[in-house]
């Protein structure tokens, strides 16, 4: 198993590697004539009116990527930068992003969560699109994420681009409710030796060694290897769950300037884990992937970017089912600027995935044809036309995509933002996005073998969503706000149909709901002082499901929404004196009604100890205020797990 | 939500009657401006400069990032009654008098010999090369979550007895040599 997935590394590395040797004369002789003149909407002469603090507040761009200050994008995005991770004490990618208050985070157990924007959470969330440097990381078994095996070292993590609402026109189907895009550290930027480590009571251990080298004038690369291992999580009466787990990975990145105008990145993981169950044996999980780009600036007005990435992983839940999945993905992008006011962005995709399922003695679902292989293409184009340059601008596009469920789909989206001073945009937008069947809608049979109670509806078709977004945001010295608020219209919503009426099982999946949700997400970051920082976040949500006409789901959207009406967030770090840091971060959650979670409020808390630029000590606090929690699952599951206060140290140094 | 749009209008009321210069610009472009804006923050040794008219030099030495943009910042501009030039130099030898000097990640990534020979000249070295600072270079750029941060090594600029106005080293992070 193990020696399968190295060569299959190797041999996509060694493609790579090949494919970047042979187009490098191609671009490194043009690159020098050209320059490095992206499009630059700022003349020198108004950056020099700049004051020097003005100028290192500036988001700027090296090569091809469209900058934009965050106070103009036309969206309800919210930004986790690498100091808000580190303030918070965070210990996993999946803890990180409740820093986000535009996202519903719940921990369901010790490896499992559940993570949704805008309604829809559950287990198998599946109208969230994450990607990690480029990398969808969506399983097509559920369309949702395995976020026990997202375990992104949080010290290389630059930042995590979180948003919320639909993001189908650029990024493509399952973007219904949201896309999260973890973007790591150029390897420029994690240069020399970190040793770090730690352990406590949830937390029970935890290493990494990371090192970071040029390999010659224009070549930075770095190594890592880690681990860690992770305590149990409680039964409501507060016996231990037996459901501790430790992962070991390890993985590289290497950035080429390979000239002012071209870049390209080399990067790749592989882990292994295994998670304990109560009962069936230990879970493993083990995989690993390699994802290639490149970008060139081609001109002033035009860039390109290539990107394609190898990913594998292996699942085996004893008792439940395995899988091994293999994902092939290449994409291009290409943008250009045409005449005055046109910022034209297309690209084309394909991604091609070969899952094959394992049905064992004792599984009690099966995904039938256990094996199949399966192909998207997907084509976008986006216009961002400029009415009144930088102060009225109007953004239209639509993706285009095949998918052997459905055929062609298509999720065209219409923006408008109008700044009518420097520091704040208001914005509006229209599109439609959809949710795409996945394996489970079509394909899932319970029991394992026949008769079946349930099954996958052969008809099963994309969900669909219709949304309508109006938001704010300002941005003005050390004062940040934004307000987004959203209706959302959905149609063909998952639901589980009698096959006999009244006869209640078999079962069979159909889109037999349709629903609404609305709500607003409002953010206000402020700087005190220079040393003290505080955010705060609260986000009001209600979501409405209900059965079609003929349809017998009388769930009301139970099966597929489990969400809080209200949650609060608010993150508070603050600079002492004696290179000491205090942080803390309070959330309150309200009650998920259909599952009666009752509400909750709890707090992390850090200290930080800074004696020299190359040592880091930390003491971290997770969920201070009880014993323990529940966040996630119905009160009767026999899942249902709470979650417990935890203490842990760490010291992290660099040299 | 009838709370949520008054506040929305009144924010955007307030946004309305407020104006300032933001936007979006290339790195080296930003890079440049602040090249351009150093020599305001910077006050040399009288007997480095020749005459009050003498042209004030920035010059770059190996491969050139700014392509024309740093030629077009300077262009027209004075500090005093001193023209801004712009030089370009492929070898350490070439350089005769210059106040600021940009030296190319392709040469700065070995800085100890470049550094060595500069030493104790009244001239601004500048670099984004990794550890530029600790290593004995003055002024290092240092990109951060798509920011421009700068590292100052007051102690290398006092040895050439430049002296860096407070109001740029207060903006900055000051790093000490590591004694390489």
């Not at chain 1, 900058?67 to 309800?76: D, F, G, I, V, W």
């Not at chain 1, 009518?420 to 073998?449: H, N, Q, Y």
């Not at chain 2, 040399?44 to 392509?67: H, N």
Request: overall charge neutral; aromatic content about 8%.
């Amino acid at each position: 198993m193990a020696g399968m997935r190295t060569v299959a590394a190797a041999t996509w590395m060694v493609f790579t590697l090949g494919l970047m040797c042979l187009v490098r004369p191609g671009f490194a002789q043009q690159a020098d004539s050209t320059g490095q003149r992206p499009d630059t909407s700022l003349s020198a002469e108004a950056l020099k009116k700049l004051s020097i603090e003005q100028l290192m507040n500036l988001q700027v761009t090296s090569v091809s990527k469209r900058p934009e200050r965050l106070s103009q994008t036309a969206s309800a995005i919210q930004v986790i930068t690498q100091e808000d991770i580190r303030r918070s004490g965070a210990s996993s990618l999946a803890e990180a992003l409740r820093l986000a208050a535009n996202l519903q985070v719940a921990q369901i157990d010790s490896r499992q969560w559940a993570i949704s924007a805008r309604g829809f959470n559950g287990t198998t969330a599946n109208k969230l699109l994450v990607l990690i440097d480029g990398r969808t990381v969506y399983t097509p078994l559920f369309s949702g994420v395995f976020w026990d095996v997202q375990e992104v070292p949080l010290q290389d993590i630059d930042r995590i681009e979180v948003i919320s609402g639909p993001g189908a026109t650029l990024w493509g189907a399952n973007a219904v409710n949201g896309v999260i895009n973890v973007i790591t550290k150029d390897a420029k930027d994690t240069q020399g030796l970190l040793l770090s480590g730690g352990g406590g009571t949830e937390q029970h251990g935890f290493g990494t060694v990371r090192y970071g080298a040029p390999l010659g004038s224009n070549v930075r690369a770095r190594i890592y290897g880690r681990g860690f291992d992770r305590d149990a999580t409680a039964l409501p009466g507060g016996q231990d769950a037996a459901d501790d787990w430790h992962l070991e990975q390890g993985g590289f990145r290497m950035d080429w300037d390979a000239s002012s105008a071209s870049r390209v990145t080399l990067q790749g993981d592989l882990y292994d884990g295994r998670i304990a169950q109560d009962s069936g044996g230990d879970i493993g999980v083990s995989g690993g992937h390699v994802v290639a780009k490149w970008s060139r600036t081609l001109s002033e007005r035009s860039s390109l970017a290539a990107h394609l990435y190898y990913d594998r992983t292996h699942r085996d839940i004893p008792g439940v089912f395995g899988e091994d999945l293999d994902t092939y993905d290449v994409d291009l992008q290409h943008s250009a600027r045409l005449g005055a006011r046109h910022d034209v962005v297309w690209g084309l995709g394909y991604r091609n995935i070969n899952d094959r399922t394992v049905i064992g003695a004792d599984s009690t679902v099966a995904f039938l044809p256990t094996q199949v292989a399966r192909e998207w293409f997907t084509g976008f184009v986006q216009d961002e036309i400029a009415l009144v340059p930088n102060r009225v601008h109007v953004t239209v596009g639509t993706k285009v995509e095949h998918n052997d469920y459905t055929g062609f789909e298509i999720q065209p989206s219409g923006r408008v933002s109008w700044r009518p001073g420097s520091s704040g945009t208001l914005w509006m937008a229209v599109s439609r996005a959809l949710r795409t069947p996945s394996r489970i809608d079509r394909e899932l049979f319970a029991p394992a073998k026949p008769p079946y109670f349930l099954a996958g509806g052969p008809d099963f078709h994309s969900e669909e969503e219709l949304a309508y977004e109006l938001g704010y945001r300002y941005q003005r010295g050390t004062l940040g706000l934004s307000v987004a608020t959203f209706y959302s219209r959905y149609h063909g919503l998952r639901s589980v149909e009698q096959v006999n009426p009244p006869a209640p099982v078999p079962l069979v999946i159909a889109n037999g709901q349709a629903g609404e949700s609305y709500g607003a997400e409002v953010t206000a970051e402020y700087w005190l002082t220079n040393r003290w920082r505080v955010h705060a976040g609260y986000t009001e949500l209600r979501v409405h499901v209900w059965p079609n006409p003929g349809s017998t789901d009388m769930s009301r959207g139970s099966g597929e929404s489990q969400v809080p009406d209200r949650q609060f967030l608010l993150q508070s770090w603050v600079d002492l004196p004696a290179h000491l840091g205090l942080a803390a971060w309070f959330r309150a959650i309200d009650d998920i009604n259909n599952q009666l979670v009752p509400a909750y409020a709890e707090l992390n808390a850090t200290l930080t100890w800074r004696p020299t630029s190359h040592l880091d000590l930390s003491l971290v606090g997770q969920n201070l205020l009880h014993g323990q929690h529940r966040e996630f699952g119905a009160s009767s599951s026999p899942t249902r797990r709470d979650i417990q206060r935890g203490v842990y140290g760490a010291v992290a140094w660099h040299f | 939500m009838a709370l949520l749009r008054v506040t929305t209008a009144l924010l955007l009321v307030c946004a309305a009657r407020l104006g300032a210069q933001t936007g979006k610009a290339s790195e080296a472009q930003v890079k440049a401006v602040f090249l351009f804006n150093f020599a305001q923050f910077v006050d040399w040794p009288a007997d480095a400069v020749p005459d009050s008219q003498a042209p004030l030099v920035i010059g770059i030495l190996g491969g050139d990032p700014f392509g024309d943009l740093l030629d077009a910042t300077v262009r027209g501009e004075h500090r005093g009654a001193r023209p801004f030039v712009v030089h370009r130099y492929q070898r350490l030898e070439d350089i005769t008098r210059c106040d600021i000097l940009f030296i190319s990640r392709s040469v700065a990534d070995q800085p100890d010999e470049v550094l060595t020979r500069l030493k104790n000249r009244p001239i601004l070295t500048v670099s984004d090369a990794d550890q530029f600072a600790e290593r004995g270079g003055m002024i290092r750029f240092v990109t951060d979550r798509s920011r421009i941060r700068l590292q100052i090594n007051q102690e290398a600029a006092e040895a050439a007895h430049l002296t860096i106005s407070s109001k740029l080293l207060r903006v900055a992070e000051v790093v000490t040599p590591t004694g390489r």
